[in-house]
T-cell receptor, first 112, second 111 residues
């Protein structure tokens, strides 16, 4: 199983809503990531978890709150987002310390 | 990480070889060259990586120049499904997990 599964595939939320994105992998990877991708731009790193601990936060606003409840799951909690946060949110996983990563298909988020 | 430079776009005829160049003139001795691609509206997909020797797998071949300042990803028989953005990334192995994506090359395979 070399899949990274992200749910939901699409999400529309209001600026006052609270929602969560979910990511799951069963490859035994101990590093998991969140990326944000705007249209026609490359993915931008948001967070890195290594062995279930947050190791990198790329100066992401606090309205994005990551959580890694166990080695297979990664969540991204969203609250009070702005329309400019509309983007494709990608989750990835890899062996710890290895740049060979497996990506999910992403959640396309629209903030209205 | 060393900076990479790729042409913004390329065309290739279906069935022909697609040769995608990447310049990484400031690469250091322990940095690997990784290639990923992203088909429209999907997550990036790992293709291949190498240090200094040429590499081949079921998807592509990677040719790295002897001075390691540039490399070429070769798709030997491009199909329409190879239309994607191809990213060349230089990274030190075992020094962290992050992948930093540059602009990439948008490859259009035409019938």
């Amino acid at each position: 199983d070399t899949e990274v599964t992200q749910t939901p595939k699409h999400l529309v939320m209001g600026m006052t809503n609270k929602k969560s994105l979910k990511c799951e992998q069963h490859m035994g990877h101990r590093a998991m990531y969140w990326y944000k991708q705007k249209a026609k731009k490359p993915p931008e790193l948001m967070f890195v978890y290594s062995y279930e601990k947050l190791s990198i936060n790329e100066s992401v606003p606090s309205r994005f709150s990551p959580e890694c409840p166990n080695s297979s799951l990664l969540n991204l909690h969203l609250h009070a987002l702005q329309p400019e946060d509309s983007a494709l949110y990608l989750c990835a996983s890899s062996q710890a310390g290895q740049p060979k990563a497996f990506f999910g298909q992403g959640t396309r988020l629209t903030v209205v | 990480d060393a900076k990479t430079t790729q042409p913004p776009s390329m065309d290739c005829a279906e069935g022909r070889a697609a040769n995608l160049p990447c310049n990484h003139s400031t690469i250091s001795g322990n940095e690997y060259v990784y290639w990923y691609r992203q088909i429209h509206s999907q997550g990036p997909q790992y293709i291949i990586h190498g240090l200094k020797n040429n590499e081949t797998n079921e998807m592509a071949s990677l040719i790295i120049t002897e001075d390691r300042k540039s490399s070429t990803l070769i798709l030997p028989h491009a199909t329409l499904r190879d239309t994607a953005v191809y990213y060349c990334i230089v990274r030190v192995d075992n020094a962290g997990n992050m992948l930093t994506f540059g602009g990439g090359t948008r490859l259009m395979v035409k019938p």
